[in-house]
Each structure stands twice: as C-alpha cells, then as structure tokens.
C-alpha cells in the first residue's frame, strides 16, 4: 500500500523561504513523476512542479508553473522515495494547501497521478 506524507509546511513573511518533503512509502516504480500541487480556499487546483525519473538512465526532468519558475525548485532523492520542494522568494500568493503526487509514468508529462498526500499548509503573509 502506498502512503504519501508531506511535511515542512510553515508560516513565513513574503520573501522567506520554506522546504517542503514528501515520503512516497511502499511506492515503486521503474518510470515516476512526483509532483508538487497548491490550492488556496476559492481556488481550483494548481500543478506547482513534477518531476520524472527513470531507471533506464533519464532521471530529473523538471516542469514548473510559470507562476513559480525561478523561485521553487523540485527534486527527488530516490533512495529515500521522497522528494523535496525548495521554496524561495515566497509571496502572499504561495499561500495555499501543498500537496504531494506521484504516479507511475510512460513519459516526462507527468499529466496523472495516482497517489495524493493530506497536504501540508503555507501560508505567506506580508
């Protein structure tokens, strides 16, 4: 059974920065996309960045919403099945509900996941 964990959701003033982690327990794959998504109270939900890696030898294709490029960074460690979402120049409008997905995967779109965590909050205030 696959169990998905956040953590490292906090309160910080705009222009902080926040690490958050994922543990993706009893998920296995040789093709995966782990992917960051947000959604703020009266929003729809929104693909914050994923990440695809393969035991083929691709490993650490990155996507990012536009909304975050240049200040969010994803990547994972696939020893620990977690992955991390290094959060810089945060703004009032990061703050969202944080979740984790993963999914096994056929290519590097990382357009379907499987597997959600409970979510882990940021809330950015200026």
């Known amino acids: 059974q696959v169990q998905m964990a956040e953590s490292g959701g906090d309160s910080v003033q705009a222009g902080g920065s926040l690490r958050l982690s994922c543990i993706a327990s009893?998920?296995?794959?040789?093709?995966?996309?782990m992917g960051w998504f947000r959604q703020a109270p009266g929003k729809e939900r929104e693909r914050v960045a994923s990440?695809?890696?393969?035991?083929?030898?691709?490993?650490?294709?990155?996507r990012y919403a536009d909304s975050v490029k240049g200040r969010f960074t994803i990547s994972q460690d696939n020893a620990r099945n977690t992955a991390y979402l290094q959060m810089n120049s945060l703004k009032p409008e990061d703050t969202a509900m944080y979740y984790c997905a993963a999914a096994r995967a056929d290519n590097s779109n990382c357009l379907d996941f499987t597997y959600w965590g409970q979510g882990t909050q940021v809330t950015v205030s200026s």
């Open positions: 009893g998920f296995t794959a040789t093709r995966k996309c």
């Open positions: 990440i695809y890696w393969s035991v083929y030898g691709v490993g650490g294709i990155t």
